[in-house]
């Protein structure tokens, strides 16, 4: 749809294993088998993956080792070993490999990253952050069913919540995490926190986290960044920028006039990938920083706290 939407990108041809999904994709070349597909078409300019989150690094070294350039949606792997060997494969057959951040293009981000200077210069330097993602996908503390692929609140929604913070400090580092374990070990968590520092455009150190939870029972994602005396607030249900003033006033600076959220995400990312494209860049050594942290937070205890080293 974000496709189609921006016109910038057109979709050749669509594979999954389940031959009823050709009826979804009526104008499209249909295939069942990733391979044959691969070896069918010859003049593609990226393949996207957006299989179960489990299947992502099976299918993206057939993509990478036919020579296509591949486009991963989050998250892109499910250990940094194999983010790495993706990462190292694409090098090595001069691919490209673009990974699909999408909340980067949330329409709330945006605003306050053209904002930002000018809400420093009344606000201050930050002073802390932290995000939080709710879903509510295990109501009784037992992944549903349905959203069992996605491999645990953490891998699913704290990777969307990094990608947000990267793009607003530019980097970030974990200093201690507490990473659930559900019914199916540390891929099916239900709820994690991570505690995490960064610097402000001045260079100060900050603090912050992140929480991910599915146990809520409530669809609420939001960052908020710490001033002194107020809050930014991005509201990323809601699409929204708010300021939370120290006397208990509210000011509302921004709100997308579009209503679909993944289709405002999309939007940006196709044409983000478009750019990269034509320019044969992708984003690759950003996803590598990422992912570092993504990953460092199944490593990283009560025990290892790193603050302050």
């Given at each position: 749809m974000a496709a189609k939407n921006t016109g910038m990108i057109r979709i050749l041809c669509a594979c999954d294993i389940d031959s009823s999904k050709r009826s979804l994709h009526p104008d499209l070349t249909f295939y069942n088998d990733i391979e044959k597909m691969l070896h069918s078409e010859k003049d593609l300019d990226a393949v996207i993956v957006s299989t179960p989150?489990?299947?992502h690094y099976e299918t993206g070294l057939?993509?990478?080792k036919s020579r296509n350039n591949l486009v991963m949606e989050k998250p892109s792997a499910l250990s940094m070993e194999n983010f790495v060997n993706?990462?190292?494969?694409?090098?090595e057959y001069s691919t490209l490999f673009y990974n699909a951040f999408h909340f980067m293009f949330a329409e709330e981000l945006v605003w306050f990253i053209h904002h930002k200077e000018e809400l420093s210069g009344y606000l201050?330097?930050?002073v802390g952050f932290s995000s939080m993602f709710n879903d509510p996908y295990a109501p009784d503390g037992k992944v549903l069913r349905e959203y069992q692929s996605l491999s645990g609140s953490w891998v699913d929604s704290g990777i969307n919540a990094l990608s947000i913070l990267y793009k607003i400090f530019k980097e970030t580092k974990n200093v201690f995490s507490i990473v659930g374990h559900g019914e199916r070990g540390r891929e099916s968590d239900t709820v994690s926190e991570v505690i995490l520092q960064s610097y402000s455009d001045k260079g100060k150190s900050i603090f912050g986290n992140i929480l991910t939870s599915w146990t809520s029972g409530t669809n609420l994602k939001v960052t908020n960044i710490f001033y002194s005396k107020d809050i930014v607030q991005l509201n990323h249900t809601k699409q929204s920028v708010e300021i939370f003033r120290s006397d208990g006033g509210k000011e509302e600076k921004f709100h997308a006039t579009k209503p679909g959220r993944l289709s405002n995400h999309y939007g940006g990312l196709i044409l983000d990938l478009y750019n990269?494209?034509?320019?044969?860049?992708?984003?690759a050594g950003m996803a590598l920083k990422i992912y570092t942290e993504l990953f460092n937070a199944f490593d990283m205890?009560?025990?290892e706290n790193t603050a302050g080293k």
């Open positions: 989150t489990s299947n057939k993509v990478v993706l990462l190292r494969l694409s090098q201050g330097d930050p990269n494209l034509l320019n044969h860049t992708d984003n205890g009560p025990g």
